[in-house]
């Protein structure tokens, strides 16, 4: 066993943990503040679902051993077979490092989709989608680009740390599945500011912090390749930032704080597939044309008219895309070119069209069976009361506690509208 | 007996306490509002949406006054309020029927 590499590892996984709730804060600053509390558990409750689903039978699906090219087997369910003496190979690290780093991203992947259905989904129907997405999209896409097998990693696609696995999965997952659920009621007429603008500085921030785990410890080792993309993923990700800036000033007028964290994950994004393959050049015209071109694709949106609501599809699929497509012709030692490019641009498409496709099935299966979208009402008033039985800030001195009740703890109105709705369903 | 109610500039609300307080006024109510005149609003901008702000945060400053000072106090607040930007606020003064100290049940001036 590696001490140094399993050490990195861990920590690595222990960092990309992080980056969930950091999630958290990055989309429940930018929602409104009835929301806020939602937005803030729908990231959260991943952790939960995802962790369970990856111990259970995720791991296998995505690293078991490979059938077709497409998926992993059941051989390593709930993971029999793999102890602590298990390692990845001789001298390698211990199996259950690999299983809890990869546990990390299994658990942010769907996280990432909230973002574009803020404000008006069941909070138990986003619960069930993220387990099905997880089950039917991530666990084989991740086969796809990382496994022994997987066929994208035949192909010899470059993906390090999860640019079409995750981000353009994600975003693309994320643009179906708002389709299906719908706008926002007053969606784009009403300003729907964000809320908590330093919470998403916060969050932002928490994100970059971990993201060198998710890059830097995809080496899955600490040797050279380790340290590049460690320095290519600060480089890119502050090139990102200035490239907003730059765009927004010109455009419109104001280098804004929100547009500083949205460049730093933007270039986060783009250089996660890209950074271990391309030098310190290669990795500044990532960052740069990922901070001007996703700001200009947040815009999208309203010309195209649906409602990814906090810029799922505008940050992360297009910033995917760009880190996934540019590493083709970036990719330093000979392997940059055409051919590569060609390769880069499979990969990225068939991740798309698959997640596409698939995300959608499964959104419409909910909204017509359960209900992916909450009611008018609850939507109005505000998901957090509907859903969570609470409210994100209490500022106010007046009418702003309620009186406390003994057993339950819960107000006996909230009770029985409960229980109305329990039998309208 | 006058209630006279001024809604200023947030940042000119201390120097309006201070000259109430130099005249020997007792006591005031102040409520964060919002709201716009002539001045109107400003435009904030998050990632690329331009959103108008049309109200504008204000401090409402709410002081009961005997009628033989309303306007000589009046001239106070104004003068304290004054920056002589456009959005200073406005300032009003209506007569006032009754006015009774919740601790006491004092009424009239000796409420106040």
Redesign the interface.
């Known amino acids: 066993m590696n001490g140094a590499d399993t050490a990195f590892v861990l920590v690595s996984a222990f960092l990309v943990m992080l980056m969930t709730p950091g999630l958290a804060f990055f989309y429940g600053g930018m929602v409104r503040v009835k929301s806020a509390l939602n937005m803030l558990i729908m990231s959260f409750i991943s952790l939960g679902i995802m962790g369970v689903l990856w111990v259970l039978y995720g791991y296998s699906l995505a690293f078991g051993p490979d059938t077709g090219g497409v998926i992993g087997n059941l051989d390593f369910v709930g993971l029999k077979g793999i102890g602590p003496e298990s390692l990845t190979e001789e001298g390698g690290i211990p199996v259950f490092a690999f299983v809890v780093f990869q546990m990390m991203f299994a658990i942010l992947t769907p996280a990432l989709m909230s973002g574009a259905l803020a404000d008006r989904v069941k909070f138990g129907s986003w619960a069930l989608f993220i387990a099905l997405w997880g089950t039917v999209v991530y666990f084989p896409v991740a086969h796809w680009v990382w496994a022994d097998g997987g066929w994208l990693a035949e192909l010899d696609v470059i993906d390090f740390a999860g640019g079409t696995a995750v981000h353009i999965n994600a975003g693309v997952g994320a643009l179906a599945a708002a389709l299906v659920v719908g706008k926002r009621i007053g969606y ?1 007429k009403e ?1 729907m ?2 809320h908590n603008l330093p919470l998403v500085v916060l969050g932002a921030a928490l994100l970059w912090f971990g993201w060198f785990g998710f890059n830097a410890g995809s080496e899955l080792a600490v040797d050279g390749t380790t340290a590049n993309m460690a320095l290519n993923t600060q480089l890119a990700t502050g090139a990102a930032v200035l490239g907003w800036l730059v765009y ?1 000033r010109l ?4 280098c ?1 704080t ?2 500083a964290a ?1 460049g730093a994950i933007a270039g986060l994004v783009a250089i996660t597939p890209s950074g271990a393959d391309v030098n310190a050049m290669g990795a500044l015209a990532i960052g740069v044309v990922a901070g001007l071109v996703c ?1 200009w694709a ?2 999208l949106k ?1 010309k195209l008219g649906y409602d990814d609501s906090l ?1 799922v599809v ?1 940050v992360h699929l297009v910033g995917g895309v760009i880190g996934t497509l540019m590493v083709g012709f970036l990719a330093v030692d000979g392997v940059g070119g055409a051919g590569q490019f060609g390769k880069q641009a499979i990969g990225a498409f068939s991740v798309m069209a698959f997640s596409f496709a698939v995300s959608w099935l499964l959104a419409k299966l909910i909204q017509v069976t359960i209900g992916f979208r909450a009611d008018e009402d609850d939507e109005t008033a505000g998901v957090d009361r509907a859903f969570h039985a609470e409210t994100a800030y209490d500022f106010s001195a007046v009418g702003g506690s309620s009186r406390s009740r003994t057993g339950s703890g819960i107000d006996q109105d909230a009770a029985q509208t409960a229980k109305d709705k329990k039998v309208d369903a | 007996m006058k209630l006279i109610t001024a809604v200023v500039k947030p940042h000119r609300l201390d120097e309006v306490k201070e000259a109430l307080r130099a005249f020997g006024v007792q006591g005031l109510t102040v409520t964060e509002s919002s709201g716009y005149g002539r001045q109107r609003g400003h435009t ?8 108008t ?1 049309d109200l504008v945060p204000k401090a409402r400053i709410e002081v009961l006054v005997e009628d033989e000072v309303a306007e000589q106090l009046t001239e106070i607040v104004v003068e304290a309020a004054r920056t002589g930007k456009i959005g200073d606020g406005k300032v009003w003064v209506v007569p006032v029927e009754a006015a009774v100290r919740v601790r006491t049940g004092d009424r009239g001036p000796d409420a106040l």
């Open positions: 784009p300003p500011r964000p927004e455009r419109h007028g104001a804004t929100l547009g949205s700001s947040v815009s309203y810029d505008g | 904030e901008v998050y990632r690329g949406a331009e959103y702000v």
